[in-house]
């Protein structure tokens, strides 16, 4: 089974899963408050699927019975979603009873998010007159995928006549949550020395290390 998807992906597995996931429905129907239409439709669909497979299984099947059988698994499909979407997420179902279902488990843990550790390297290239675009990613990595926890990169940058000391210099400020990001500047300040530095900044607004302060030239 996907553990992306608690459907089976095969037919012949979805034949015993769904049997297994109504005949569990068909038990626990009262104490769940599901009505017993919906009970007998989920027995019936997931009846009606296993009778269809094992006729399209047959060496003497045709393209009529393979299409019945097709149009049968996405009824079932979709009953079992609708009712695992709505019904059974009643709270009086427990996390025993889910698995016994052949459903995933509720994720109650929350992964903390990491401060950054890494810092990111930045690129800067003429897009056109007064505008630079800047092309960032991890350190080392020629991926553009930012790290875990990290929802963008915190640009700082300023136009100065002299290369500045460190990052405090450097008054202006962005978030860049995709790469690349255009920055534009005024006519004033083409032929102009623009300095930048970018650190990583995770969901919660913590920042990771700075990266080396860059310059440019404002086209």
Same mark, same amino acid.
């Given at each position: ?84 979407? /709505? ?14 279902? %052949?459903?995933?488990? +509720? ?11 890494? +810092? ?15 092309? /960032? ?53 083409? %032929?102009?020395?623009?300095? /930048? ?10 920042? %990771? ?11």
């Amino acid at each position: 089974m996907s553990t992306k998807d608690y459907i089976p992906g095969k037919d012949a597995e979805l034949v015993a899963w769904s049997a297994n996931f109504a005949a569990q429905v068909a038990e626990n129907a009262r104490e769940w408050d599901i009505p017993a239409e919906e009970s007998n439709e989920q027995q019936a669909a997931a009846a009606a699927f296993a009778e269809l497979h094992a006729q399209a299984d047959n060496p003497a099947k045709n393209s009529i019975i393979v299409a019945e059988k097709n149009a049968a698994r996405e009824t079932l499909v979709a009953l079992i979603r609708n009712l695992a979407g /709505f019904r059974l997420k009643n709270p009086v179902i427990t996390d025993a009873q889910r698995i016994a279902m %052949g459903l995933h488990v +509720r994720d109650t843990t929350h992964t903390p998010v990491p401060v950054p550790v890494t +810092r990111p390297e930045i690129d800067i290239d003429v897009l056109d007159v007064r505008r630079l675009k800047i092309v /960032f990613h991890d350190m080392g990595k020629d991926s553009k995928a930012k790290p875990y926890g990290v929802n963008g990169a915190v640009i700082v940058y300023a136009v100065l006549d002299t290369p500045p000391a460190d990052t405090t210099a450097l008054t202006r400020s962005l978030l860049a949550t995709r790469t690349p990001h255009t920055i534009e500047f005024t006519e004033e300040e083409r %032929g102009k020395t623009v300095y /930048f530095a970018i650190c990583w900044q995770n969901e919660k607004g913590e920042r %990771g290390p700075w990266s080396e302060i860059e310059s440019a030239i404002i086209p």
